[in-house]
């Protein structure tokens, strides 16, 4: 595994810019609703993720944080 | 330092300087351009300090509320039309309790109306002028000297307070010269208020608003003012009287309309009317325990404007109903001469059966 | 492994009021990473005027006050002509410097005030509820322009980045977009150069972001992202319109 992203799911809006740009397509919308009513992302790990900062860089709610090893 | 001669608009601008205001924005407008002027010529030079001719109105009560936020002392200065536009930005300095100095050399109106000399802004000075309910403090001097004294006591009382303040004037006391003498000595390091925005440096950062989305909070915050506004009204009041001791007819007048009552009354004094004048020097707050106290001595009231009649309306507040008010008024940049004003004041005096 | 992002310093924790997908939000975003890699939290300005930004003081961790609508550069001048050491940016809508706020910003860059203004061209005004903007494209449909925009009534969308670089007074004017991850690096490095230009004194910066409104365009988040590539950057090219530095940015 490169890479992998944590995703604050009160901060998260459901927007699913994240999943439009992730190149490897680790980012899917889900069902599940935060407190302030949104459809948060999840990351969809499967060790395919680079790492990479496109979702973080994209995020507007800063809801995400990258880490890389 | 000795007497000079110097025309009021040209006094406003060193008493300033010598206050400590370190900016200036306006924009041209008769008749006040000489302080305009004054300060492209004396303050822009100063260290440390700015003057901008503006690109309008709007734009100079803008950058004093930059200014402001930075802390210093600015001001601003204009004519009625021009003083309309700044309302919006006298409304924001009140609701973030900002101070600021404005002057408004008043015009004949409504309009374009004229650039003579006219008092017809009394209700948009004392009011608050914009929207909001809010107050200013409104100082009235009636002679260069005084308009000198009086802008190192505005920016005083508008620091001390974090109120905008009005300097109301006229076309006619920015224009005349008369010898001055500037008693105050400039502050030898520049004045920079506490909670000013300069940067988060070694504290949290501050926020200057207005706007929130809880009604209560704006309430709150009227609440505040209003406090601060009736401390004023407790300790800020000022006037002048002349011959009220045995007066039995009180003109009530301010400004360039209380120099020229004057003479009126001197002459009515020769001629052995028992004539007195209530001159209040703040406007708002207006002298109003003063007027009832006066009202003990006598009932007879004739009070004189260049307008159509604004402060009668805080005269008959105060006596609420306790003596008779009479009006005498020119406006739309119409100057009364004194014999004018003794013209009624005798015919006042006789149909009332004064002795 | 390693944190490789995180939330800014000078972002507070709040989380923004602003709709899903806007650009607001990307931008804030930005600008306080900005803010960091430059150090310059503890002696920038931000002055926000009415707009959906209008609280934007919620968020930005520095000193920041609210001016009224249109009057943000005129305010800066003020304040950074009494404290000349502070970085002073607005940040306005297309309502606030385009239509009403013409005058101050115009005159602002003429005088070569050294400010940044950072300007959100959304082609809407969103607070308010989606009216027709100074911005807004011929035949876009909004509120009050409910058939399109017309240019026989309403005018031609407005280039204020072209109209300002002609001002003298202007040191460096970008047009850039945050649709995208390589748009949004690329406005992150015009604002870096507009507070750089600001420190270096070389006059008024300012750089027009086209930003998504997803609400108002009545567009998905991503479908808003799209449409200002395959749209609005027609009306609205992108890039460096002037710059008296000469330098091409370092990043
Ligand atoms: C003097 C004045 N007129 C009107 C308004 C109402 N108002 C608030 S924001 C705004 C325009 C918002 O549009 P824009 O500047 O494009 O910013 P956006 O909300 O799109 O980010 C208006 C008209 C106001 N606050 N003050
Ligand atoms: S870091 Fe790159 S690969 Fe990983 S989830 Fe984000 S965009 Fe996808
Ligand atoms: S971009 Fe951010 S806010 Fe939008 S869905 Fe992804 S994590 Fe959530
Ligand atoms: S209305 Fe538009 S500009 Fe305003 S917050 Fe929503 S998306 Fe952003």
């Not at chain 3, 997803?214 to 449409?227: A, G, L, R």
Request: some cysteine.
């Amino acid at each position: 595994m490169k890479g992998y992203i944590e995703i604050d799911q009160v901060l998260c809006k459901g927007c699913e810019i994240c999943t439009f740009f992730c190149p490897k397509g680790m980012i899917n919308s889900s069902d599940k609703l935060n407190p302030s009513g949104y459809r948060v992302a999840v990351f969809n790990d499967n060790s395919e993720c680079t790492g990479c900062a496109i979702c973080a860089v994209v995020c507007p709610e800063v809801a995400i944080e990258v880490y890389r090893g | 330092m000795a007497k000079v001669l110097m025309n009021g608009n040209s006094a406003i601008g060193e008493a300033a300087i010598r206050a400590g205001c370190q900016c200036y924005f306006g924009y041209p407008i008769t008749p006040q351009n000489e302080l305009t002027e004054y300060m492209a010529t004396h303050l822009s030079r100063k260290k440390g300090c700015t003057f901008i001719q503006a690109e309008s109105e709007i734009s100079a009560i803008n950058m004093v509320y930059g200014a402001s936020l930075a802390g210093v002392r600015a001001m601003t200065s204009s004519s009625s039309p021009g003083i309309s536009l700044k309302q919006e930005g006298i409304s924001y300095l009140a609701a973030c309790e900002l101070p600021a100095v404005i002057v408004n050399m008043t015009r004949g109106g409504p309009g374009l109306g004229s650039i003579s000399a006219a008092q017809s802004d009394y209700f948009q000075a004392t009011r608050g002028g914009g929207h909001g309910d809010y107050r200013t403090i409104v100082l009235a001097p009636s002679s260069v000297q005084e308009l000198a004294d009086l802008t190192y006591k505005a920016f005083d009382l508008s620091d001390k307070y974090r109120v905008p303040l009005v300097i109301l004037g006229d076309g006619m006391l920015g224009q005349m010269i008369e010898p001055v003498e500037f008693s105050y000595e400039a502050p030898k390091e520049p004045i920079i208020r506490n909670n000013a925005l300069r940067g988060a440096k070694g504290r949290t950062s501050r926020i200057v608003k207005t706007f929130t989305s809880n009604p209560a909070t704006v309430e709150e915050i009227n609440w505040s003012l209003f406090r601060r506004y009736q401390l004023i009204k407790q300790e800020e009041v000022v006037w002048d009287t002349f011959m009220v001791e045995d007066a039995q007819l009180i003109v009530v007048a301010f400004g360039i309309a209380a120099r020229i009552a004057k003479g009126a009354i001197k002459s009515a004094r020769i001629e052995g009317m028992k004539v007195g004048m209530l001159r209040p020097i703040t406007l708002w707050p207006f002298p109003a325990e003063k007027v009832r106290e006066v009202a003990n001595r006598t009932n007879y009231f004739l009070v004189f404007e260049m307008n159509m009649g604004q402060m009668i309306e805080d005269v008959q507040l105060a006596l609420e109903g306790a003596g008779e008010v009479s009006f005498y008024g020119r406006t739309g940049g119409v100057i009364p001469t004194p014999n004018e004003v003794l013209r009624v004041i005798s015919r006042l005096y006789y149909q009332k059966g004064l002795k | 492994m390693k944190k490789i992002y995180t939330r800014p310093k000078s972002l507070k924790r709040t989380p923004f009021h602003y709709c899903p997908g806007c650009g607001h939000s990307i931008t804030h975003k930005i600008m306080t990473e900005l803010i960091d890699e430059m150090n310059l939290q503890d002696k920038t300005i931000g002055i926000p005027p009415p707009g959906c930004s209008v609280f934007a003081y919620n968020y930005f961790d520095i000193d920041m006050a609210e001016s009224a609508h249109g009057r943000g550069a005129a305010v800066a001048t003020g304040l950074k002509r009494a404290y000349p050491e502070a970085i002073v940016f607005t940040y306005q809508g297309d309502g606030d410097l385009a239509a009403i706020g013409t005058a101050e910003t115009i005159h602002a860059s003429n005088r070569g005030e050294n400010i940044t203004a950072i300007f959100i061209n959304n082609a809407v005004y969103g607070m308010t509820g989606g009216q027709m903007a100074p911005t807004t494209l011929l035949s876009q449909k909004t509120t009050t322009t409910p058939y399109g925009r017309d240019d026989k009534i309403e005018g031609y969308p407005i280039k204020m980045s072209e109209i300002l670089a002609l001002v003298k007074g202007s040191a460096y004017i970008e047009r850039v977009a945050v649709n995208s991850p390589a748009n949004i690096i690329k406005a992150k490095k015009a604002i870096r150069k507009a507070f750089q230009v600001q420190i270096d004194c070389l006059g008024f910066s300012m750089v027009e972001i086209l930003s998504p409104c997803p609400t108002n365009w009545k567009m998905s988040p991503v479908e808003s992202w799209k449409w200002i590539d395959e749209v609005m950057v027609k009306e609205f090219p992108l890039g460096v319109i002037k710059d008296i530095t000469g330098k091409k940015d370092a990043g």
